[in-house]
């Protein structure tokens, strides 16, 4: 299933649709890696609002994605990390290190406002 | 409703087709939606176990009852190289593989029982059960 990366201005916009297998999560952090030195982006939001489950292979592979992203002089932010899917990573033992989540897109898009533009958000 | 379901473990798409097996039987019993989201994570590690270091196996997922007990029991089985130490294996950040080695540990964190029976040469199972928490629902 492919992911639909959207540019938005600064910013890449991935907004997973459905389900995804380790090989599309594997390329979907290939493409937005690739696109970020492309379209010479600042920020990155991956949209996992629809993801039911994120096992240690998806979050290791999110948490790989952020760093490449960071080395490319960009920054990630992660949203929509469902309650019951945070509740499983905790018990499971999984962390996002290093990693900035925000509740939603709207959220996620203000954040990196803040942190890139230096906006407060507030206007 | 069928109360048993098997899926063959041949390729890491299999991983996402038995965890929604999974979550589907689940379902049916009336767990959670934390608890379904619990089950299917828990899936999803025993499974790539299997993918990673067996290639292929089998996940079954069935109803079981134990007293007025009733729940998920879940079984993921392979004739692959087994797991030498099984001891080491459950310890949490352990993998001889490329994974963070929290699968199978994880997985036993995630469910309410949980059985490892390995043989080196012969192959693995795991059997995970889940019950149904009366109070909640």
Redo the contacts between chains.
């Keep these: 299933m492919l992911v639909p990366i959207l540019k938005q201005g600064d910013y890449l916009i991935a907004s997973i649709q459905s ?5 599309d999560l594997l390329k979907l952090r290939d493409d937005l890696v690739r696109r970020v030195s492309e379209f010479r982006s600042r920020g990155v939001i991956v949209d996992v609002t629809v993801l ?6 998806a ?2 592979t999110l948490r790989s994605m952020a760093h490449m992203v960071m080395l490319r002089g960009a920054e990630t932010v992660i949203v929509g990390i ?4 945070a ?2 990573m905790v ?4 962390r996002l290190e290093g990693v900035t989540t925000a509740l939603d897109l709207e959220e996620g898009l203000s954040l990196l406002d803040h942190k890139i533009k230096g906006d407060n958000g507030l206007g | 409703m069928a109360d048993k379901a098997c899926v063959p473990i041949n390729s ?2 299999d ?2 087709t038995a ?2 097996k999974g ?1 589907e039987m689940a379902q049916q019993l009336g767990f959670s ?2 608890e ?3 089950i ?2 828990a899936i ?2 025993v499974v ?1 176990n299997i993918v990673e270091y067996a290639k292929h196996g089998e996940l079954c997922v069935d109803i079981v009852q134990q007293g007025d007990k009733r729940g998920i029991s879940v079984i993921a089985q392979d004739n692959g190289p087994g797991i030498p130490n099984i001891k080491l294996a459950m310890q ?1 950040g352990y993998s001889t593989g490329k ?2 080695g ?2 199978l ?3 036993k ?2 469910m309410d029982e949980f059985d490892i029976v390995s043989e080196v040469g012969k192959g693995t199972k795991v059997t995970m059960k889940k019950w149904v928490q009366k109070n909640v629902r």
């Design positions: 389900e995804l297998s380790d090989a039911d489950v994120m096992d240690s292979f979050t290791r469902q309650p019951e899917v509740f499983s018990q499971l033992g999984l | 890491e798409i991983i996402v965890r929604q979550r939606s934390t379904l989201t619990l299917a994570t999803s590690e790539r949490d994974s963070l929290l699968g540990p994880g997985a964190r995630l």
